[in-house]
């Protein structure tokens, strides 16, 4: 069975930084696509970034460019979330997602296109 557990969350200040891990565990194929996601309160969940663990291309959401670095150490089973120039408005719960695929969708990551999910960590930025 697929688990995935992710840490790392906190509360910083505006301009702080904060790593997130997502650790994996169950997988049959070590192909996959990992995604990182946040959800705010009363919005949906949207799509922040995503790694293909074979090669390791990732891909952004705009809003994170330049500021937060998807990662992965296969040797761990883990991905990472670098959010560095944190904002108010990254406050949210962040979820680890993955799916067995040959490749990950291009651009920023989509909720349909994961079958896995984490239970979250809570990331509160305070201005």
């Known amino acids: 069975q697929v688990q995935l557990v992710e840490s790392g969350g906190g509360s910083v200040r505006d301009g702080g930084s904060l790593r997130l891990s997502c650790r994996a565990f169950?997988?049959?194929?070590?192909?996959?696509?990992m995604g990182w996601f946040r959800q705010a309160p009363g919005k949906e969940r949207e799509g922040v970034a995503a790694i293909y663990t074979d090669g390791g291309k990732t891909y952004y959401a705009d809003s994170v460019k330049g500021r937060f670095t998807i990662s992965q150490d296969n040797a761990k089973n883990t991905v990472y979330l670098q959010m560095n120039s944190l904002q108010p408005e990254d406050t949210a719960m962040y979820y680890c997602?993955?799916?067995?695929?040959?490749?990950?969708?291009?651009?920023?990551?989509?909720?349909?296109?994961?079958?896995?999910w984490g239970q979250g960590t809570q990331v509160t930025v305070s201005s």
């Open positions: 997602g993955a799916q067995y695929a040959r490749s990950c969708p291009p651009g920023r990551p989509e909720v349909q296109d994961f079958r896995y």
């Open positions: 169950g997988y049959t194929y070590s192909s996959r696509c």
